[in-house]
């Protein structure tokens, strides 16, 4: 599906499992197309707005166990729908690079894959959601099972685990899921083998990225 106006800016996407190395690129990424004179915004899911933030909280808290599987569909969305409506089309209509870090792919994976609600069902919610915006590309940082245990291990030596990380067999569904969508997804995607060095994870998404802008 298309974008539905012209947009000026341009609107990448860095997807992932828990533990892929997407915040460390993110900021590697924010750093090297602001070096080279892009005004650029770092954004990320669930959140990126204060609205969304509030539903971030909701989603990640521990303490919401009780949470239905469509519930928690409809809050990503919601958190998405805000998202694009506050912050993310008005900065693409000012003319900036949007660097997101997860977007609708996440949906389907965690939520039409890891919880069982539909790959076609999540993608048809989260296009409403967002009137259809369509990234221009997508990073998705593929990473092997030692990588992301090791990098998860060490997160929760510093902080509890959210909601959705208390459940390993859960995350593992969502892991085994990436390859799944991956051959169905429609949008523009680029697959990053982020088992290398940080440096050439980066490098490689720079070249990726450079070649849209
Ligand atoms: P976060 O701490 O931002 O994780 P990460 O650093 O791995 O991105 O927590 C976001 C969690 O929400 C993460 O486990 C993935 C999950 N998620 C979904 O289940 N559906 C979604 O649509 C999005 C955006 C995230």
Request: aromatic content about 6%; proline content about 5%; hydrophobic content about 40%.
């Amino acid at each position: 599906m298309e974008n539905h106006r012209p947009l000026k800016g341009k609107f990448f996407v860095l997807e992932g499992s828990d533990g892929s190395g997407k915040s460390t690129v993110a900021t590697g990424l924010y750093r090297e197309l602001t070096a080279r004179g892009h005004r650029v915004l770092k954004t990320r899911e669930p959140g990126g707005s204060p609205i969304g933030e509030e539903i971030r909280e909701l989603l990640l808290n521990p303490q919401n166990s009780a949470m239905a599987p469509r519930t928690e569909a409809l809050l990503y969305a919601a958190s998405r729908a805000q998202h694009v409506a506050q912050v993310i089309l008005p900065a693409l209509e000012e003319g900036k690079v949007v660097l997101c870090e997860r977007y609708i792919f996440s949906s389907i994976v965690y939520q039409g894959v890891g919880r069982n609600l539909g790959i076609e069902e999540i993608f048809r919610l989260n296009q409403w959601a967002t009137g259809a915006l369509v990234p221009h590309l997508t990073l998705y940082l593929d990473t092997d099972n030692l990588k992301r245990e090791e990098r998860l291990k060490k997160r929760f030596l510093g902080e509890e685990p959210d909601r959705l990380e208390l459940d390993g067999d859960f995350l593992e569904r969502v892991h085994r899921g990436y390859g799944k969508v991956l051959e169905v997804f429609p949008h523009a995607m680029k697959i990053i083998d982020a088992t290398q060095s940080p440096e050439a994870v980066l490098k490689q998404c720079v070249a990726a990225l450079e070649k849209e802008l």
